[in-house]
Structure formats: structure tokens, C-alpha cells
């Protein structure tokens, strides 16, 4: 019995996908499998490739140094010192799931990452050839050699240009964590996924004596965080490195507010039609998750009647423009400053809360300790802290049908899966499946934001998918099927936490599992092309 | 074989749309369109908030949770720097950004949506 999964290679001959049977992996991340396509087998070296398990997703794939689009980068710097020249991809991350319970991540330097049903990250370490052969390994199900060693630390790698680093943030090492072990797998991945910020200062607003032409700074930013977050660190990069500390001795933190910039391309716009090349600076909108803010502007772009490949490949840095005085406070809505943040975001998960069970007491239910320490969790980027506190507002997955797949016969499997890797029978009260609906949001890419009730689970007891909601609210986009029309051509596609997601994806256990912090599974609308 | 859904990159270059794009933008204009219809906002003071002569009123649903917020001050007759917190259903308090539409859709309560207004931060 073969199962369906999916082969993503990303190069410079553009997306190719397949479908292949039995998932058997080769060295310098190429796939192999016996039903697959030989022409998407081909990975180079450098690039990644990653393999979509039975209902898995991928997230994003790397751009290669060949495209000659791309600027350089200059070279990535890992935390312990060493330094690599950017010659091969930059950042490879895989994730995702729809409820299913593996995901396969290709580093850049080959290592291979499996979530395992223990929850714990087993690192594999280059594959050749037959994965059976790989000493002290043990075959999962898929046919996949593990070596099961648990990462101490993940290597954190930071982008640089010639004029900063980030490296004035911190980042924790995520642990171990005790609670269903897929919801923790993928729970984690959001919390982890980063977006490229590019951040410059309005020139015009440059103290006096002020270094010109170094005030960009990069970062790669937690898409679960938020941008008056961001700025302590932003301020101490320009204090040491761009500003005279006499001239720069006026400046308030609180009164910092980001623009964000599109870049040189035709906006096709409602009202009026912009020509040439027009920078259009709008209001980034300061209480959306950054990693909101950066898929919003992903599923802009691909609305633009005609864009540049590396726009449309989705990983240049999103380009905001920091300015330090006058924040314009009627179209902002809201002060711009980190306690301001801090009631919004409260206020969104009482939101959440009060849209699944109809009350807010698990919200309210917290000590005031725990509130402010969710918070800090953010702040800190701390996974542990916060999901210490969110367990207990969050509902998590329970499987209520049986839905292990049967094990492919030709991967006679060594591995037996943990009893309590897969619970199933009992419906959770308290879970996913139970709530009144799951707090979901559509952003279309130039507004509007849509809101309903998604129940997860519909009238004929089949759970709700993304698909029945896509169809439901946005049918010129994502056509019903019908008896007659079983396979409608959609016109867009989804985004959520950068992923793009299978419309079979459960609405219940997104709501689970990929919600942004704040509990909302924001999902932004991108439009699709001709091929 | 590509997954329906995903988008498909071309190689280098530039990369017309095509029809399925002009259909796409044409599908985003219909849904940029401000719905004209209304619904009924019912305003209720809690705690020592002044109670309004009239708390039941018809707001059309495009608006911004912010504009239900600015209309309230006004039919009070409270200037902008004097406290006045609002929140849905004695429970949260939305986004300012928050459409009448999303909240309506979402947390409406027979028939009405319920704007509980106070001087002071309750639930907030």
C-alpha cells in the first residue's frame, strides 16, 4: 500500500512538485521513491527539498545563489563564530501538518530534522542511499533512517549585509515539552518561524551627525512577535552604530512608528492607477503579529498584474521604514508603544476565548502573574513561559477517528509507534473539536478582513476544513465543487503562518495547533497565476 | 503535476498574470465593495456610565468597531480625552479595526450587537 505524499524541490527552474509513493531520501537532499518522477528527483547540492508525509505541508523553501535576480547577501554567521559564504540556499524550513503527525525539515548543510511522534527532535545525519543501512538508526513507518540524537541546541544563523547583524537579539532553545506530542511538534514550528525585516530610518529624520547610509538593519523576526517589540533592539543597534549620542539624546522610543514601503512595482489600485515606479508607504499596521504583516504583504504582491520572480518568491525581506517622531495617531488607531501592544494582544485572546466557549472565564481565570507572564513569553521569545501560560486557554488535539494510515508494506517497519503517540477514542470536552468555533480570520490583500463563526465541525458531522470556509465566504475565489463540476479551478490560495495550506486542512486543528499568539488563525488570500 | 492550490513560479524575468489573475483581481473588487446593509448596535452603560435616552441604534456594517466608538462619544457628549472603555457582550474589547460586520457575524446576540460602555477599564 502505497501512501501519497509530495515532493517540493525549489531551484531555479522553479517549483516542481510530485507525488511520490514510498518516501526513501538520498544525500545532499534529492528524493527518491519509487513512484516518483525522475525529473523532480534532481536537488543539488546547496538546495533543499523537502518531503510532504501523508497530509504534511511545506513551508518555505530556499531561493538558490543562482538566481541572479536575488542581491547578495553577504555572509551568514552562525552563533558559535564560524562564518559560511552564502553560496547555496539560505534558510530551509519545512513544516507543517494537517493533522497528521511527522514533518521532514532539510537544513542547509544536509542535516535532516524529523519531528518524531515522541515530540523530541531527532536529527539525522546525511542519508546514502538506503536509509536501512544507517547504523543505530531505527526505520520510522515512512522508511526513513533516523539517528535518534536530540538536538542540544538549534544553530541559529543570522542574515547579514555589510551593515548589521542581528545579533543583539536572543533566542532560546526550544525543550522538550509534555503535552500531545504533534500539537507541541507544530505548535512549536509557528512559535520558531522567523520573517527577514528589512528596517530603514526616514532619512529625513536622521539626528545630526548621524552615520549616513548604515541606518538598515536586518533582522529575522518571530512571526509571533510584534514590531514595538522589536524596537529596544533596533535602538541599541542605531545608538552604537549610526547616531551621535548628544544628537540623539531627544529621541523617544514610545513615539517610533513603522511604515511599510512596496517596492518598485505597479500597484493596481481601486481608486486610482499608480504609475512607474512609486515607492507607496502605508501604516504598518503595528498591532498585527509581524508574521501576519510580512504573508499580507506576500499575498499583495501577488496580486500585481506583473511582478519580478524574486518578488513573487516570497522570501526577499519585507522593506518598513522606522520614523521617530509625530506618530500619526488617528490612522494608527492605536499609540504605538509596547503597552499598548500588550492590551490589544490581551484583548484579541480574550477574543479568541470568548469566540470558542462563549465565556472568557479561562481567560479571566488567570492570575494576574500568569497574564503578565504570557507576555513576557512574547517578549522573550520564550516558548516554554508562554505556552506555560497559553495551555490553559488553548484547546488541543485530540484524534476522534481513527487515522493512523496502514504502514507501506515495502518499508517493513522495525519501528512500532508509542502507545501513546496516537490517542484516539475519546473526545476531548475541553478540545479542539468541542469549541463553539475556531477564531479564524481571512485577509484579503488589500483588505477587507473577514470574520465569522467556523464550528469545527459541520451539520453532517464531517469536521470543517479550509476548504468549506474558502467556499463558503469567498466562492468566486474558491468555487464549490459540485456534482458536475468536481474539481473547480480556485483562483487563490492560502497562507497561514507563511505555510500554504491544503484545503483538506481541519479548521480545528489549526485552531489547535497554528494559531498565531494571540490565538488567531489568520489566514491571508493570495491570487494565483497562469501557468 | 502541481497541487491545486499552490502557486506556480515561473523562471526568471517578468510574469504576466494572465487571465486567471484579471479574473482573480475582478473576484477581490467584488469583495472590497462596502456591504450598505446595517445592523443594530445596543449600547448599555455598566456601572456609574451615564445611561442614554436612546441605546438602540442602526449602524451600517462596513464601519470600523473605532467609528461605533467615535459615535458613542458624540451621543454622550464626551470630549476625546475623557475616559470611556467599551467592550462586546461584558467580555473583550475588539480591535478598533474591527469591522461591525466581523463582530456582528461573530458575537451577536438576539439579533443585536451589544456595546457595554463604561469610564472605567473592566474587562479590559
Redesign the interface.
Known sequence: MVHSS?CYVHG????C???VGVTTLRAEGSVNSSAA?ASSGDARAGRCASVWLPGFLEMEAAKTAA???RPPLGRLARKDGRTEDETSAQNCRTAGVCGSRRFLEVTKRHGWMLGSSEGRETVCLRLDGDPGVRSGGCKSPYGLGLASKERARRDQWSCSSSVAMSTYGARHSPSTFSSPASTTLFRRLTWEGTVPLEIRVDSKELPANSNRGLECYFIQAPRVSYLPLLVPEIKRFLMDVVFDEEAARGLKEEDWWFESEDGHLLK?C?THVLHGAISVLTPA?R?WPIGLIYDNHTTSV????????SA???SAPLRLVLHLASPPTEKL??APTPEACK??F???L??A???RWG??KRM?GLRKAEQDGIWEGIKEHNFDDYWRVANKVTPTTVPTRPNSPPVPPSSASLHTRPPSADPQGVPDREGAYSVR?VPV?LY??????????APPILEDGSPNTLSDLLSQH?P??FPTPLPSAP?P??????LIQGV?A??EAELAWLGACMTGADGWVNVCI?????? | ?????????????????????V??????????KKDPAKVVVRFKAVGNAPIMKQNFFKVTVSNRF?AVIQFLRKELGWKAGEPLFTY??L?????????VA??Y???ATEGHLIVNYSTTAA??
Open positions: 509530495y531555479a527552474e522553479g517549483v512538485q510530485n507525488q518522477d538566481d541572479p535576480e493596481w481601486r499596521c498591532h501577488s496580486t500585481r498584474q506583473t511582478a519580478s520572480t513573487l518568491l516570497q488607531l492605536l492590551q490589544a490581551m484583548g484579541q480574550k477574543e476565548d470568548f469566540l465565556s472568557t479571566t468555533s480570520r484579503l490583500p488589500d483588505g477587507p478582513v473577514l470574520q465569522d463563526l469567498l468566486l475565489l474539481t479551478r480556485n483562483l487563490g490560495y492560502a500554504l491544503p484545503p493570495g491570487l494565483l497565476r497562469d501557468r | 503535476m502541481a497541487l491545486m492550490g499552490s502557486p506556480d513560479i515561473h523562471a526568471h524575468g517578468l510574469v504576466d498574470g494572465g487571465e486567471s489573475l479574473e482573480g483581481l475582478e473576484a477581490l473588487e467584488a469583495y472590497k473605532q462586546i457582550n467580555a473583550f474589547s475588539p480591535a478598533p479595526d474591527d469591522t466581523n463582530l457575524r461573530s458575537f474587562w479590559g
